[in-house]
């Protein structure tokens, strides 16, 4: 008895983790974010974000925002066909701190036969002040 107990507890174990990676991967439509996302400001209006390549990207979206505890919505910075970009920005003067995203996408279109898109990488963050 003991020992079909261990096996359905590794069971339900193994069918738990594989809905998990499912999910996640039906989540982000096929790959992983962006991972290793730095941000570097420049200069009082510029910001140097860098991240890790994802296998079978073809350009990367990059976002940002000015508040993680309100319903602020990721505003566009630009995209990026290489793992780095370059952002000037101009925001209001009680802004101090903005959080940097990136998403990839293996295809120019979402029309394309077989585009996927990630989900967005981990906000980084950067004091502007």
């Known amino acids: 008895m003991?020992?079909?107990?261990?096996?359905?507890?590794?069971l339900v174990m193994v069918l738990v983790f594989g809905m998990a990676v499912v999910g996640c991967d039906l989540f982000n439509d096929g790959f992983g974010e962006?991972?290793?996302?730095?941000v570097t400001k420049l200069s009082s209006s510029s910001i140097h974000v860098t991240w890790n390549?994802?296998?079978?990207?073809?350009?990367y979206e990059?976002?940002?925002?000015?508040?993680?505890?309100?319903?602020?919505?990721?505003?566009?910075?630009?995209?990026s066909t290489?793992?780095?970009?370059?952002?000037s920005w101009y925001t209001s003067t009680d802004v101090t701190t903005l959080y940097y995203y990136v998403k990839a996408h293996n295809k120019n279109y979402?029309?394309?036969e077989g585009y996927k898109a990630s989900g967005w990488?981990?906000?980084?963050?950067?004091?502007?002040?």
């Open 53 to 59: 390549a994802v296998s079978g990207a073809k350009w």
């Open 110 to 112: 979402t029309w394309e």
């Open 2 to 10: 003991e020992n079909k107990r261990n096996w359905l507890g590794m």
């Open 34 to 38: 962006p991972t290793g996302v730095s």
């Open 82 to 87: 290489i793992t780095t970009y370059t952002h």
């Open 62 to 79: 990059i976002a940002y925002r000015t508040n993680l505890d309100s319903a602020d919505t990721r505003r566009s910075a630009g995209s």
């Open 121 to 129: 990488s981990s906000p980084v963050s950067v004091n502007i002040k």
